[in-house]
């Protein structure tokens, strides 16, 4: 029985100078893939003993595992799996420049390039600006595209990720993990060369990831699936779509990621929605209560939502009219990651019990409202986990 508000968050943390300099040796081949592993396993004990220490209830390895070319924090959420898909071809194009624009048409949503978002065709001045604080630390890294038939080649990662975690938690006492893995919609967001509909992409991805998804659950573990795909993507429709034709795109999207999970045990799995995490203006961001109704078909043992950033702070207000699956629990973001501000264990509190009141203390574990690894300082990330958790302990005083 539940007598407490539980906390986690979304997975990234900030990774260790050390870790991002073996990264970078690896990369460059002047370190050995035995040497690597090794500061990566100690660097996973390390980041599962900090969470425990702290309070954290339901904890990962700071997507550690998640290691992408060069020295790069900021990322690797999306990145990783460019070595854990068959069917892609590297280019030299970054993230922000890779892809064409793609128009969209009445009935039919399609995404197009990042560099083609609305907002930042508003703020273009400042997103152009290196001195914004936009992109602060961001390098630079090449982005692949669909060439050929999607496969999952990752099998020898998962299973290291899921093992490094088990073994830390194992030495640190933890009881309960979760490893972040793409949603099917968000790992096809690539250039597609390849099929002949965009939503063949998707399923194909969707096919490709039940692997790792099953590993991940199969080790006892809950898998979080990482999916922009169902909020941000709005942002990337050119022209801007209509609402209906958006719940239609989102839609297909929670269909095949029903369909990839329609195996695994509901109570490991949780869906994170997601608005984008860069420190960007964000005003044309669609209101959650516009994708709420669509979301809530996912067949997950929990959603995970920006609750504390100031464009969705206010957004609480969707409980109110939307009623939570039975058995299924809410993870809202009640510190943000997009400003360095470390919010006070009383705000935390109280944000807490607003979302409690609506659908029940047992249904709230407390969370993070993006990844904090490559977004923040590292003092200032682990400042704003122990606010989370002196927080949940004021609300459980109140509420229980």
Not at 45 to 71: C, F, K, M, P
Not at 255 to 260: G, H, T
Request: proline residues 4%.
């Amino acid at each position: 029985m539940v007598n407490r508000i539980r906390t986690t968050h979304v997975g990234s943390l900030p990774r260790t100078k050390e870790l991002l300099a073996a990264n970078l040796e690896r990369s460059a081949g002047t370190i050995s893939q035995e040497e690597f592993h090794e500061i990566l396993r100690r660097s996973v004990e390390d980041v599962v003993q900090r969470q425990v220490d702290l309070g954290i209830d339901i904890l990962n390895e700071g997507e550690y595992g998640h290691v992408t070319s060069g020295a790069v924090d900021y990322g690797a959420w999306w990145n990783y799996s460019f070595t854990r898909l068959g069917g892609l071809t590297m280019t030299d194009k970054d993230r922000w420049e890779i892809g064409e624009q793609i128009r969209s048409e009445p009935g039919k949503v399609r995404l197009s390039s990042m560099k083609d978002r609305r907002d930042r065709a508003l703020f273009a001045e400042a997103y152009n600006d290196p001195d914004s604080g936009i992109f602060t630390g961001r390098k630079k890294v090449a982005n692949p595209e669909f060439s050929g038939p999607v496969t999952y080649i990752g099998q020898d990662q998962v299973n290291a990720d899921v093992t490094l975690l088990k073994d830390a938690m194992a030495k640190a006492g933890a009881q309960d993990g979760f490893v972040a893995a793409l949603s099917p919609g968000a790992a096809a967001r690539l250039p597609n060369k390849y099929y002949e509909e965009d939503i063949d992409l998707v399923r194909a991805c969707g096919q490709a990831l039940k692997s790792e998804y099953k590993a991940i659950t199969d080790a006892g573990l809950t898998v979080q699936f990482d999916a922009p795909d169902l909020a941000e993507a709005w942002d990337s429709v050119v022209p801007e779509p209509t609402v209906v034709d958006f719940q239609a795109f989102l839609r297909e999207r929670i269909d095949v990621l029903n369909e990839s999970i329609k195996d695994l045990p509901r109570e490991q799995t949780r869906l994170h929605i997601c608005w984008g995490s860069w420190h960007g203006p964000h005003v044309t961001d669609i209101p959650f209560a516009d994708i709420i109704g669509e979301i809530l078909r996912a067949k997950v043992g929990g959603f995970s939502f920006e609750g504390a950033s100031p464009r969705h702070a206010h957004e609480w207000r969707v409980w109110q009219d939307h009623q939570l699956p039975a058995g299924t629990l809410i993870y809202p973001g009640v510190v943000s990651h997009s400003t360095n501000a470390v919010e006070h264990p009383r705000l935390v509190a109280d944000r807490i019990i607003k979302f409690a009141e609506l659908v029940g203390p047992e249904n709230v574990v407390a969370s993070t409202d993006c990844g904090l690894g490559g977004r923040l300082h590292h003092q200032i990330a682990w400042a704003k986990l122990q606010s989370l958790v002196e927080g949940a302990e004021l609300a459980t005083k109140e509420l229980f």
